[in-house]
Nanobody
């Protein structure tokens, strides 16, 4: 069983930055995938970014609307991933959920919610105009 603990959400003005963290409990995994999805009020959950690794191979994936603004990274020793969000916009306002899957997943699956087995409780990000 993997438990995910998110942190780093909050209120920020448009153009500002936030960094979200997601720590996975348990042992260190040699193959793992972690991603971020978000859900705004009245909208469906959507993919934001993901990172997967197996051995020395790491793959990143981003939704088009965050490319160039958000960066996902990981600290394998801490089983933690980070989502650095820059140049935030009011439309980035949502609850952000961390997701994880033990094992490597394909690039095509990284943006698919059902590919992940574990989910965090979510952290609110609010961007004011």
């Amino acid at each position: 069983q993997v438990q995910l603990v998110e942190s780093g959400g909050g209120l920020v003005q448009a153009g500002g930055s936030l960094r979200l963290s997601c720590a996975a409990s348990g042992r260190t995994f040699s193959s793992f995938a972690m991603g971020w999805f978000r859900q705004a009020p009245g909208k469906e959950r959507e993919f934001v970014a993901a990172i997967t690794w197996s051995g020395g191979n790491t793959v990143h994936s981003y939704a088009d609307f965050v490319k160039g603004r958000f960066t996902i990274s990981r600290d394998s020793a801490k089983n933690t991933n980070y989502l650095q969000m820059n140049t935030l916009k009011p439309e980035d306002t949502a609850v952000y959920y961390c997701a994880a899957r033990v094992g490597y997943i394909t690039a095509q699956a990284m943006g698919v919610a059902i590919a992940y087995d574990y989910w965090g409780q979510g952290t609110q990000v609010t961007v004011s105009s």
